[in-house]
């Protein structure tokens, strides 16, 4: 096996655990913003706050799924499939936002509110995860096997 597979492997499985953490703790923040939202402002707006948290963890983790099967595959595309990846899903979520405001009972502030704190919990939970994972980023040629 090349190092090129062993680091598509790794990479791989960093994505599955980048995923199943930051999902965990943006799934209980999404609880809070929801219970929150239901307190101040009602049961409807809650479900539009609900709704937020939702498409933040689908759209975010979806990310990490395609980059888990693209580095399984060819670690080489890892960044062209990043940036690709990055732009569909935050275009899709404006779209998705501008959609769902101008849906009557949808709460374009609970929803908007939710999806802010959602993404950046997600973007945090993320990034201190990478930082925490022992990744080699570069391997030296003398060290193929």
């Given at each position: 096996m090349?190092?090129?597979?062993?680091a598509g492997v790794q990479a791989a499985q960093a994505f599955g655990v980048l995923l199943r953490r930051a999902s965990l703790v943006t799934g209980i923040v999404g609880v809070v913003c929801v219970v929150?939202?239901?307190?101040?402002?009602?049961?409807?707006?809650?479900?539009s706050s609900l709704i937020g948290a939702a498409i933040v963890i689908?759209?975010?983790?979806?990310?990490?799924v395609v980059?888990?099967?693209v580095t399984e595959k060819n670690p080489h595309m890892i960044?062209?499939?990043?940036?690709?990846?990055y732009t569909v899903?935050?275009?899709l979520l404006g779209?998705?936002?501008?959609?769902l405001t101008?849906?009557?009972?949808?709460?374009?502030?609970?929803?908007?509110?939710?999806?802010?704190?959602?993404?950046?919990?997600?973007?945090?939970?993320?990034?201190?995860?990478f930082m925490k994972m022992r990744i080699p980023v570069f391997m030296a040629s003398g060290d193929e096997k």
């Open positions: 090349s190092t090129s597979t062993d929150v939202t239901a307190v101040w402002q009602g049961l409807a707006p809650a479900l689908a759209f975010f983790g979806a990310r990490l980059m888990r099967k960044m062209l499939t990043a940036m690709v990846v899903k935050i275009v779209v998705a936002m501008l959609v101008r849906i009557h009972g949808i709460s374009g502030p609970a929803l908007g509110f939710t999806v802010i704190i959602t993404a950046v919990v997600w973007l945090a939970a993320e990034l201190r995860g």
